[in-house]
């Protein structure tokens, strides 16, 4: 085979790491993706491992797997490094050059590993407003030169630390938020370019965060997991000669005050530049007047290592418009609603202060905080004075397009205010395009809702007092989520706390972590749609990934919930008593009942009942576990039945003749037969047109009716749908120039006043769950197998829309597709990565396999005959 021909290997990745740096597998699962000529196929593969003690190659596996693969040697100890090279060949036994190497290193794999403590200062401050702590310590580096040097850390709280003055790496909200009594993420940070020899000093910040902070709705809640702040590092340096010297935290460390007077998530901070400590992380410093520390308990086999990236800051936007208000108020817009921080550069005296005060709408010219409710999200700084200041808060994030800045002086505002975005810093892997402009604003105002409430773990919404994990949410928008991010091992590690916090009876909270939320939510209740999520959204991301781990993870907390459901239907399946949320903020729903829906609640917890046991049984059968697989079908078949007997009516129409119905019978597979699906996809067609193709559905429905309706043969109706205008639609919102997707379809009133309800977010990525349906429709991308190793291509266009493209990063390489109308032919282009397979299936019900590669193929743009062509149920059993 020619140079030109060889397969090239780029460099492997390890479990979902986006970076290797102190994971906490000691096997960690390897993936790699090979781009070859088309036509080609991997016979078989060979890995190399580089480890201290050498170099070793496994023998050549005969096999054409490349994700997930198993770990090639013996397990890495703690604070082990191995590096990873790959190499294929073919069936014609060419074999290509190594890949680039993976470097791995593990943490702190065993609690006998920490041998530092937490600490804490010893005389914490208990009034409203604690002000946060700066730690301290100074130490020597002495003895041979250093050859590698790794901090370990973890905090009651928030930290971010500095050696030598100098901040360790640039994660923003660390440790970030788990279900603290049962796992506490810490992190590995390679510090060796921060040390010198001789005096050196390590210093770290410390703030509330969600440990001690206040949280939740109706006030919130402080002190939720414990009264006091402590930090916990373990600085370990290995010198050239082999010996090891360890900093760890102990009661040698001191305690002082910094310029930040108080930090809270929803309150916002307040930073003195007056008390600022010049030299406080420096060896050298006098902190002769600080005070001692004392320790606090954690157990050290609650530390896990992250399974996924750290939020960050991912990107600066400038103000598009600065408006002067009275007095000295500026108004700045920066032209879309995200989640982050405001950075200021400002001149003025000393002890002047500057007040930033967030919101994500305006009302009369001003900010609308009413949506925030209880979330001051306000931020003060005070001036040092002598020369331009540069700051921005450090413990707190805000979710707006507006800032009010009060006190401003001097400076250039459209220079120097800008805007710092953070999320977890996730991989980007899908992308969407087609050619009406406001169905891509559409799709992009999903993917800034994704970004601004995927911060450590997946929120409703990042603005007012609430900003927790709710289950339901991220339930139906898993699919979408996993389409255009990397999001498996954000949350893969949100999973593990769902488990962990699921009651021993099987409920599921509402939201996880789990903290007081009033009757409504605490205690939790069992509720369709939101438990459900420990069955569906494994399953959801094992299509995405191909990551059977993923299953087997989640397989015990996915049958403890279905069995609890088992308990609490009749006798026939039927789940038809118990507080339900029902098809939540259903647009007729009155205002202060959100869950009174037109579509009856049992039908919905029924439908949800059935679908989670056919998930059951499906990962039972990926994990090989043919008993419970077989258990999991026969229930799933009965509380089908009774789904059909009690909701299904004698003419094929549903009992509650609503869009929500239908559409869920359809998607979940729970009509008699392809007559009854025929008829639910006619009904569910006139109601859509009946109803002026406006939206009809709350957070249930809105996934599931375009999907169903392209899989009844109603493609037409269903742009009808996509491309309505009026309230309740998608393209509403962009009428009153929406940049993220809203939590009520009209969130703000026709009149552009503000929803008077209490529950108007205008950043909820839920009802964006849309976009899925853009990308496996419109633009005709869906995955075949699980982690797309078979790609199925099927355009439907429609809507006047002339053109759309989709492009997905897969576990195998690059996915894509874009096809367009023109004299009367659809033209497709597609590329299929090697390793995977791919067809088009075209409107006409022909199919074309494809090879690997770029291809285009053409035919007549031919109407889509009538009948059943995209049944979605039968496509996930395919994907078992």
């Known amino acids: 085979m020619s140079p ?52 070793r190659r496994t023998d050549w596996v005969t096999s054409q797997d490349s994700v997930l693969v198993p770990w090639p040697t013996a397990p890495l100890a703690s604070r082990e490094s191995c590096e990873i090279r790959v190499r294929v060949r073919g069936s014609d036994l060419t074999v290509s050059a190594w890949s680039p190497p993976l470097r791995i290193e593990t943490g ?42 790794r901090l370990y850390v973890t905090a009651h709280g928030l930290y971010e630390i500095e050696i030598n003055g100098r901040r360790v790496g ?65 600085l370990e340096i290995v010198h050239r000669d082999g010996s090891v010297t360890v900093i760890g935290t102990d009661t040698s460390w001191r305690a002082g005050r910094g310029p930040i007077l108080s930090s809270g998530l929803l309150d916002g901070e307040t930073y003195d530049a007056r008390e600022e400590l010049p030299g406080w992380s420096s060896p050298g410093f006098d902190d002769g007047g600080w005070s001692p520390v004392t320790l606090v308990a954690r157990d050290p086999a609650t530390l896990v290592a992250p399974t996924g ?77 002598g020369g331009p200041e540069t700051w921005e808060p450090r413990f707190t994030l805000h979710g707006f397009r507006y800032a009010e800045i009060t006190g401003w002086r001097g400076g250039d505002p459209g220079r120097d205010i800008v805007a710092r975005v953070h999320h977890t810093d996730m991989a980007r892997t899908g992308w969407f395009a087609c050619s009406h402009a406001q169905v891509n604003r559409l799709h992009e105002n999903v993917v800034w809702s994704l970004r601004g409430n995927f911060v450590d773990l997946p929120t409703d919404c990042p603005q007012r007092d609430e900003r927790l ?11 979408t989520a996993a389409f255009l991010y990397d999001c498996h091992g954000m949350l893969a590690s949100w999973l593990r706390d769902v488990a962990v916090e699921q009651h021993d009876d099987g409920t599921v909270p509402w939201y996880v972590p789990q903290i007081p939320g009033g009757e409504q939510w605490t205690p939790a209740r069992p509720g369709a749609g939101w438990g459900d999520v420990v069955a569906l959204t494994p399953w959801d991301l094992y299509r995405a990934s191909g990551d059977a781990g993923l299953l087997a993870a989640q397989y015990d907390s996915a049958r403890r919930w279905v069995d609890l459901v088992t ?22 729903a009155p205002p202060h009942d959100p869950g009174a829906g037109r579509t009856d609640r049992h039908l919905i917890a029924t439908a949800y009942y059935a679908w989670s046991a056919r998930h059951v049984a499906w990962t039972a059968g990926v994990l090989g576990r043919e008993d419970e697989q077989r258990r999991y079908e026969r229930l799933a078949d009965r509380v089908r039945r009774a789904f059909v007997d009690a909701y299904v009516l004698p003419d094929g129409t549903m009992s509650s003749d609503t869009q929500t119905a239908c559409a869920i019978a359809l998607q979940f597979d729970l009509l008699p037969d392809a007559e009854a699906r025929a008829t639910a996809g006619r009904r569910l067609a006139d109601l859509v047109a009946a109803g002026g193709h406006t939206i009809q559905t709350g957070f249930i429905g809105t996934p599931l009716v375009t999907p169903a309706l392209s899989a009844t043969g109603h493609d037409d109706t269903a742009y009808s749908l996509l491309l309505q205008q009026e309230c309740p639609s998608w393209l509403y919102a962009l009428r009153h120039d929406a940049t993220t ?54 355009p439907r266009p429609g809507g006047g829309i002339t053109w759309a493209s989709a492009t997905h990063e897969s576990p195998y390489g690059r996915v894509a597709i874009r096809w367009e109308l023109r004299d009367s032919r659809l033209t497709v282009e597609t590329t299929v990565p090697t390793g995977a397979t791919g067809r088009i299936e075209w409107p006409d019900g022909s199919v074309t396999d494809l090879p690997t590669g770029t291809s285009t193929h053409s035919r007549p743009a031919a109407c889509r005959p009538a009948g059943d062509h995209a049944d979605t149920s039968a496509t996930q059993r395919s994907l078992a």
């Open 4 to 55: 030109e021909r060889t397969p090239t290997v780029a460099a492997p990745t390890a479990e979902h790491h986006r970076e290797a740096m102190g994971i906490g597998e000691p096997s960690p699962r390897i993936s790699w993706k090979t781009t070859a000529p088309a036509g080609w196929t991997q016979h078989g593969y060979q890995l190399e491992a580089t480890r201290t003690d050498g170099t």
């Open 108 to 149: 702190l794999s065993e609690p006998t590993d920490w041998t530092a403590h937490a600490i804490s200062p010893q005389d914490p401050e208990r009034a409203a407003a604690r002000r946060p702590p700066l730690l301290r310590k100074e130490f020597a580096v002495v003895g041979a030169e250093v050859e590698r040097a």
């Open 170 to 234: 640039d994660h923003a909200l660390a440790p970030g938020w788990t279900s603290y009594h049962h796992r506490l993420r810490y992190q590995t940070h390679d510090v060796t370019d921060h040390l010198r020899t001789g005096a050196n000093a390590i210093g770290a910040w410390l703030a509330d965060g969600w440990y001690r902070g206040r949280l939740g709705f109706d006030g919130g809640h402080a002190d939720l997991y414990g009264d006091r702040l402590a930090l916990l590092a373990q």
């Open 309 to 385: 990236p750290p939020v960050r800051c991912t990107e600066e936007t400038e103000p598009v418009l600065v408006t002067a208000l009275d007095g000295d108020r500026l108004l700045v817009d920066f032209g879309q609603n995200l989640v982050g921080r405001v950075r200021i550069t400002v001149s003025g005296p000393a002890g002047h202060t500057v007040v930033i005060r967030h919101a994500e709408v305006l009302q009369n010219g001003e900010l609308c905080v009413r949506p925030l409710r209880d979330a001051v999200s306000t931020d003060r700084y005070t001036l040092r004075g």
């Open 469 to 479: 994990g709710w289950t339901g949410d991220i339930q139906i928008f898993a699919p």
């Open 567 to 588: 308990e609490l239907a009749d006798e026939s399946g039927l789940w038809s008593r118990g507080y339900q949320l029902g098809d939540w903020l259903d647009p007729f």
């Open 741 to 794: 997707v809203w939590e009520r379809w009209d969130s703000m009133l026709p009149d552009g006043t503000v929803n008077p309800g209490e529950m108007t977010s205008f950043n909820h990525y839920a009802l964006g769950a849309v976009a899925q349906w853009l990308h496996n429709t419109v633009a005709g991308l869906t995955a075949g197998a699980p982690g797309y190793r078979d790609v199925v291509f099927r």
